[in-house]
């Protein structure tokens, strides 16, 4: 039975690497263990205990996200204590504040008074804003719980809004940790942290003042990695669900670190930027440009037609006017004053094949070297 | 950068020189904080402001403003005196000790002490921490390169990481951090006067037929042009009559702003393509409406040399198009017929005249970029370089003096300006000025003074101030901050209204081009 590190796990045996957990072991093969408080790349909290797997001889349901698999082990990933110990878990947290999404039962004893107090408390008129897109309800859904099995308890603290970015709804925190350990071991911002004990714990930035005159730089990491509504974009918070949007994966386009990033798009829109995870270089963290600064593609200063000017006023002309006129000139100046009297910018913001072809133009058309960039400036 | 980004991790040590790297490169500052808070790293940052990332530093070494060769050469000479130097290393595989060793002889800590005011004794800790690393990887950014010596710098660095034989390792290596997102292709692809693609040299006549023939044209020029700091004097004096601008705004840029301004308008015709209506574009005679990242598909290339997809989520505004396309339609009109079906094609027609981008193609970066050199489809990219053997044959030691910069304090002008970035804007403003939430947490520009500074200068927190250097004045408002020390003061360029470069000194490193905008001389008052 005790092969050197193998590990049985729902009856199938699985070699491992000594100081991989369960957890690791059943994720490279496809067993599904669910996890809330889990973050890669962090220490193991075993905080929320949803991930607890049955493993014979033990005392007691272990979590598999901080148990080192050990050579022998028999595990069990779904048997009827654990499904009964995750159970109750999710019945707590949907109980405690404002999970106010179909999985916290609509059977009519109590839910038009919490979906009004919700209601009130999130100024707005529909279900909670990560509906469809959080992992609690995902799990209640799977587990088949609901919030009435137990009193259900509000929470102490009121939304925080005061910041451009993040609204952070502790009434729909369930005090995983992840943001903690995202912001102090992933980006190492070290603005988060757990406050306060018991039924009062909260996230809190230092001296629990609101994020804004925090350690907070705003990179949005905490966001990306809340399980549920309690860290959300501002501007996505009932603007955006998730199921109205298509995805697109491409690269960042201000500093040289090249971070792939995801464009959440919506009516040709894009409304929403996350990183994208497992992939280097970048493993799904970004910066407070990367993530919030998309505005400028949606802005309505864009440039829309070509531009000409005339007695120093531009007026819109058309692409065949204006490319014409830039032709007829430059080839002009080129031919009266030689081709090294025009020079080409080309940009550090343009792609690889426009600045190949920028290079092209200046040199096979133009007949000159003189092209440059200014990212040195 | 000669490492990856990932490699950062797996550095002894790191020292960061040059780069507000919390601010400027925020995912590159994550795996630095990371390696330095779990993973044991030693960190030494040698920057003239106590950035962000001085505080999880064991060594902050402060120096003088434009004092790098310096510092730099003290190290080196500490390092040799006491015997900590690579010496296998340096036999096998570098040329040039010799000259190296005589040329940092006389860089004492005690002298270079007085030069750069780092104390004697912190230099000589950080060169032996620096020494007895097994991998010290060297990170940097325009705090070194934008001088009248950034060349020098560079070299000096270079020099530093050879000697400790820390080139061509993991965990190692000399890595600029890249201010924009694709410097590194507009680099790679020719965006340079004097290099085709991939660094081949257009007066070598081999590669001019080459590269003639790939484009069925005759008579390429073999002269190298003009960089863009000579193209715009040059624009002054009249020598260079158009511009074609693509989506760059040097008219809050470039230095000493207002001599850019007046050369600018000296221009028989100027051309800007960009997605704004950017300070240039104003002063333009045709502007073209251009598609940004998110409207086009491509590939941007990182500071890690790794070539990476961009891809198309919207359709640009109106009738705005791709810079490419513009380009091509432009070509064609001028006699020069050109057009590709998409920006794939071009990529294919790139790897057939870049031996460095050869074995690139879009369905092999499409879920994970490729780092160049990547010579042959089947090649797997070239994440380390110079491992075993410099790419060029022996690594070459450079013997480098230390040269002041250019401007000075007096007493007319007594402090010193450095300019930046902070966290929320980029470069000139164009895109991240557009967004509420990063104009709410940086809306205006200021000056970053020392609280000493502030009260000799009788200068409260808030106030406007005026700053004023040899070249022009702005108004900005008075930071007081811990960041500043005594003697120096910084200003971000971003803004338009309250441009740094207005003071900023246009003295030019005589081989890269590049103008001295982190040092020159300034006075402060109070804003009347
Ligand atoms: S936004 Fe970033 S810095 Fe701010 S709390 Fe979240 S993880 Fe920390
Ligand atoms: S805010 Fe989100 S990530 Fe943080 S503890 Fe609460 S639920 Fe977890
Ligand atoms: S998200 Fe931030 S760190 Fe990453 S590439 Fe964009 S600007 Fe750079
Ligand atoms: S996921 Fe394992 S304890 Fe939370």
């Known amino acids: ?377 | 950068m000669t490492n990856t980004i990932g490699c950062i991790e797996k550095a002894d040590l790191i020292l960061v020189t040059g780069s507000n790297t919390t601010e400027n490169h925020p995912v590159i500052s994550a795996f630095i904080k990371r390696a330095v808070s779990f993973k044991g790293t030693k960190l030494i940052v040698v920057d003239p402001r106590r950035v962000k990332i001085a505080s999880f530093a064991h060594q902050w070494l402060r120096p003088n403003l434009g004092t790098d060769v310096a510092w730099i050469n003290g190290m080196m000479n500490v390092i040799i005196r006491e015997e900590r130097y690579a010496r296998e290393y340096i036999e096998s595989r570098t040329v040039g000790f010799e000259e190296l060793k005589k040329a940092v002889a006389d860089y004492t800590p005690e002298r270079v002490a007085e030069i750069t005011g780092i104390p004697a004794k912190q230099l000589v800790d950080a060169a032996r921490m620096y020494a007895e690393a097994k991998a010290g990887s060297i990170v940097y950014c325009m705090g070194i390169t934008q001088h009248t010596t950034g060349t020098d710098n560079v070299k000096s660095l270079a020099n530093l990481a050879m000697l400790c034989g820390n080139v061509g390792i993991a965990g190692g290596g000399v890595n600029p951090l890249r201010g924009q997102n694709n410097v590194q292709g507009a680099c790679d692809m020719g965006g340079l006067p004097d290099v085709f693609s991939g660094y081949q040299k257009v007066a070598d006549p081999q590669l001019r037929e080459r590269m003639a023939a790939a484009w069925g044209v005759t008579g390429l020029p073999d002269k190298p042009g003009l960089q863009v700091t000579a193209m715009i004097p040059k624009a002054h004096s009249g020598e260079v009559k158009a511009l074609y601008i693509i989506g760059e705004n040097p008219l809050v840029s470039d230095p000493d702003l207002n001599h850019a301004q007046q050369s600018f308008e000296h221009l028989e015709f100027l051309v800007v393509q960009d997605i704004f209506l950017t300070e240039t574009a104003r002063i333009a005679d045709v502007v073209l409406p251009a598609a940004c990242f998110a409207e086009k598909d491509g590939t941007f290339s990182n500071t890690e040399r790794r070539v990476q997809r961009v891809r198309k989520a919207v359709d640009a505004p109106g009738q705005a198009r791709q810079d490419w396309q513009i380009i091509c339609d432009l070509a064609t009109r001028m006699g020069y017929p050109m057009a590709y079906e998409s920006s794939e094609a071009i990529m294919a027609e790139i790897a057939t005249v870049t031996p460095s981008y050869a074995g690139i193609s879009y369905p092999r970066i499409e879920h994970q970029g490729l780092h160049w050199p990547c010579p042959n489809p089947e090649h797997p990219g070239t994440p380390i370089l110079h491992i075993g053997q410099f790419s060029s044959g022996k690594g070459v030691f450079n013997a480098i003096a230390f040269i002041p910069p250019a401007e000075a304090v007096d007493a007319e002008y007594p402090l010193y300006l450095t300019t930046g970035r902070v966290l929320y804007h980029y470069h000139t403003g164009t895109m991240t000025m557009k967004s509420e939430g990063l104009m709410d947490r940086a809306p205006e520009s200021f000056v970053e003074i020392a609280r000493q500074d502030a009260i000799a200068h009788g200068l409260d927190e808030g106030a406007m101030a005026t700053i004023a250097s040899r070249r022009g004045s702005i108004q900005a408002r008075v930071q007081i901050s811990a960041k500043a020390v005594p003697g120096t003061v910084f200003i971000p360029f971003h803004y338009a209204q309250a441009a740094a470069n207005t003071l900023t000194n246009a003295a030019l490193d005589p081989i890269s081009g590049i103008p001295e905008f982190k040092v020159c001389a300034v006075r402060l008052s109070k804003a009347a």
């Open chain 1, 1 to 377: 039975m005790s092969e050197p590190n193998t590990i049985t796990i729902n009856g199938n045996a699985f070699t491992f690497e000594p100081g991989e957990t369960i957890l690791d072991i059943a994720k490279r093969q496809s067993i599904d263990i669910p996890t809330l408080c889990h973050l890669k790349g962090a220490t193991p909290t075993g905080v929320c205990r949803i991930c607890v797997v049955e493993v014979r001889g033990a005392d007691k349901l272990l979590p598999a996200c901080a148990t080192p698999a050990t050579a022998g082990m028999l595990v069990q990933t779904e048997s009827p204590q654990v499904v009964a110990a995750r159970r109750l878990i999710l019945q707590m947290m949907l109980a405690s504040g404002n999970h106010n999404c179909a999985v916290r039962g609509s059977d009519g004893r109590d839910w038009t008074h919490f979906q009004m107090g919700v209601q009130q408390d999130d100024q707005s008129g529909e279900l909670c804003p990560v509906w469809g897109d959080c992992r609690l309800q995902d799990l209640a859904y799977r587990y088949q719980v609901d919030g009435h099995a137990f009193p259900r308890s509000p929470s102490p603290y009121p939304m925080e809004t005061v910041n451009p970015f993040i609204v952070r709804d502790f009434a729909r925190c369930i005090q995983c940790g992840r943001c903690v350990q995202a912001c102090n071991e992933i980006q190492v911002n070290n603005a988060i942290n757990f406050g306060y004990k018991g039924a009062f714990t909260k996230i809190v930035a230092a001296g629990d003042r609101p994020l804004r005159d925090s350690d907070c730089v705003f990179c949005g990491e905490c966001v990306q990695v809340c399980p549920v509504g309690a860290l959300v974009e501002k501007d996505v918070r009932y603007r955006v669900r998730q199921w109205e949007t298509e995805q697109v994966r491409t690269t960042c386009s201000y500093c040289g670190v090249g971070c792939q990033l995801n464009l959440h798009v919506k009516d040709n829109r894009v409304v929403k930027v996350s990183g994208v995870e497992g992939v280097a270089p970048n493993y799904g963290s970004l910066c407070v440009k990367g993530r919030f600064g998309y505005d400028f593609v949606n802005s309505p200063e864009r440039l829309k037609t070509p531009l000409i000017k005339e007695n120093g006023q531009f007026r819109e002309a058309s692409w065949d006017e204006a490319l014409d006129l830039v032709a007829a000139r430059l080839g002009k100046i080129k031919t009266d004053h030689g081709p090294d009297s025009i020079g080409v910018l080309t940009s550090a913001r343009v792609t690889n094949e426009e600045n190949y072809l920028a290079s092209k133009f200046t040199r096979a058309v133009l007949k000159t070297n003189n092209i440059d960039h200014c990212a040195r400036l």
